[in-house]
Nanobody, 124 residues
Framework: QVQLIESGGGLVQAGGSLRLSCAAS????????MGWFRQAPGKGREFVIG????????YYGDSVKGRFTISRDNAKNTVFLQMNSLKPEDTAVYFC?????????????????WGQGTQVTVSS
């Protein structure tokens, strides 16, 4: 059974930082590109950032370029999302997702597995 478990969410002030983790199990992690998506109340799911299965390529959502980074540790089956200079508009539930492919994608429909999400709230 595949599981993706996000952690690290919470409440932070604008300008602050958070680091999210996504621990994967039940799959060959190094065979999957990974993505982070977010969903704010009343809005659709938005692509945040993605990383190739090797870790060598990153795709960025337009709203997070220069502020968020992604990394992965294939030995520990974990992907990380470092979020800096957080803004109130970054408030959302953040999901990690796995795609059986070398490269990530901004389309959520092509991902094979999803985590349950972790809440990030940025206060002004």
């Amino acid at each position: 059974q595949v599981q993706l478990i996000e952690s690290g969410g919470g409440l932070v002030q604008a300008g602050g930082s958070l680091r999210l983790s996504c621990a994967a199990s039940g799959l060959t992690f190094s065979s999957y590109a990974m993505g982070w998506f977010r969903q704010a109340p009343g809005k659709g799911r938005e692509f945040v950032i993605g990383i190739s299965r090797s870790g060598g390529t990153t795709y960025y959502g337009d709203s997070v370029k220069g502020r968020f980074t992604i990394s992965r540790d294939n030995a520990k089956n974990t992907v990380f999302l470092q979020m800096n200079s957080l803004k109130p508009e970054d408030t959302a539930v953040y999901f990690c997702a796995a795609k059986f492919s070398p490269l990530p994608d901004s389309k959520d429909t092509v991902y094979d597995y999803w985590g349950q999400g972790t809440q990030v709230t940025v206060s002004s």
